[in-house]
């Protein structure tokens, strides 16, 4: 079947076999009608749905969502893991044999293709313009812990900043876990984290600045932990992810704000033209950085963080919010919280130049007939 083929007929999911080994506090069934539903498909009992295709899931194996939308393009594979067969979207004439093959190891009817799903090449996420190797394993008792791991780190696919991705990515994992025994929802982790940043704005605005960063701390992890928990227990909602990213977008520039406005009550007061000129960088840069990603999304079909290796390095350290508390948080512990706003505003004037440069440069190529595609494909 050619890469990208589509049915007329959207497929039905039907389950097989049984397990009750639970992953992220769900049973393998629940978790399979949950990745079903959140791609607008039906999930069906073995025995229902004759006459439409299907995708053929065996319970015993537990896999990446990913494989899930992969393989609904790709009507007639089969994908195996270790040579035995657990998801499959087949016809309705090769339903039966294909539900032996899977149920007790009966030959796969011809005509199908087979593909292993540990295989070195992985498959290419159209959305993230990267190549990826979405994990599939035997759900059993002693892998949960593994194969945990290994949903929670699939679940965030994009570029990141330097400490979302060396200094609490344990701490993540950790609370995700946590969250996820409790049954608490995504929106729940949200809802605290809002309150928390809100709390940390109050802070910074008072000169109580380690008091703001402890707390902003907590916030930045629980920023990480409720997207993580959406993914790794498929309950993203239109409201979350719109209450996240909303969150996201609003409070840096308040959170810069409120760090210059308490460096008089700390000791430090900065003099009114150099806090009108630091405020009026920052917010010029902040803006300006979201409008040139969003042109480039746009323009090119990707994130300009993931065009070309230097990019995805410079998205490490680039004047998001992470990488400025960094800065904060260095020259805090000198004393100067007012050198530390003046050295952010500074820093994200050279981000937007370093995103003018990229944005120009890849416009230049795309004029030259060159076709832009991310390294990381």
């Known amino acids: 079947m050619r890469d990208g083929d589509l049915t007329e007929t959207r497929p039905v999911v039907v389950p097989l076999n049984h397990n009750d080994t639970p992953l992220w506090g769900m049973s393998a069934r629940e978790r399979l009608r949950r ?20 995708i053929l899931a065996d319970l015993r194996f537990a896999f990446d969502p990913a494989w899930i939308d992969w393989l609904a393009r790709r009507p007639g594979t089969v994908l195996t893991r270790d040579g035995e067969p657990f998801l499959a979207h087949v016809a309705a004439a090769d339903r039966a044999a294909t539900t032996r093959a899977i149920e007790a190891r009966a030959p796969l009817p011809p005509g199908l293709e087979t593909i292993a799903a540990e295989r070195d090449e992985g498959i290419f996420n159209e959305a993230l313009r990267k190549r990826e190797r979405p994990f599939a394993e035997r759900l059993v008792p002693e892998q949960v812990a593994l194969i945990e791991r290994a949903s929670y780190v699939g679940a965030y696919k994009g570029v990141t900043d ?8 344990e701490w993540a994992f950790a609370l995700t876990r946590l969250a996820a025994r409790l049954g608490l929802s995504p929106n729940m982790i949200t809802a605290i ?23 902003g701390l907590i916030f930045m992890v629980l920023d990480t932990v409720d997207g ?59 803006v300006a950085q979201r409008l040139i990603e969003g042109a480039f999304i746009v323009r090119f079909g990707m994130h300009i963080h993931v065009w070309e290796r230097f990019d995805s390095r410079f998205r490490l350290v680039t004047a998001r919010r992470n990488p400025n508390m960094v800065i904060l948080f ?22 937007l130049l370093v995103h003018l440069v990229r944005l120009g440069q890849a416009m230049v190529a795309a004029q030259r007939g060159a076709t832009l595609v991310s390294w990381l494909a």
């Open 35 to 54: 990745i079903a539903a959140a791609r607008g498909l039906a999930l069906a009992e073995a025995g229902a749905g004759d006459g439409a295709p299907v």
């Open 162 to 169: 330097l400490l979302t991705k060396y200094l609490w990515p």
């Open 193 to 215: 984290g809002s309150v928390l940043c809100v709390v940390a704005t109050i802070a910074f605005w008072y000169g109580w600045f380690w008091t703001g960063l402890a707390t």
């Open 228 to 286: 993580k928990l959406a993914r790794c227990t498929i309950t993203s909602s239109k409201l979350g992810n719109a209450w996240d990213h909303g969150v996201d977008l609003v409070h840096p520039p308040f959170w810069w704000w409120a760090w210059a406005a308490g460096c008089a009550p700390y000791g430090r007061p900065l003099d009114d033209t150099t806090f009108w000129a630091v405020m009026a960088a920052m917010l010029v840069g902040y």
């Open 330 to 351: 260095a020259l805090l512990l000198v004393g100067r919280p007012d050198w530390g706003i003046i050295a952010v505003a500074g820093w994200t004037i050279v981000s």
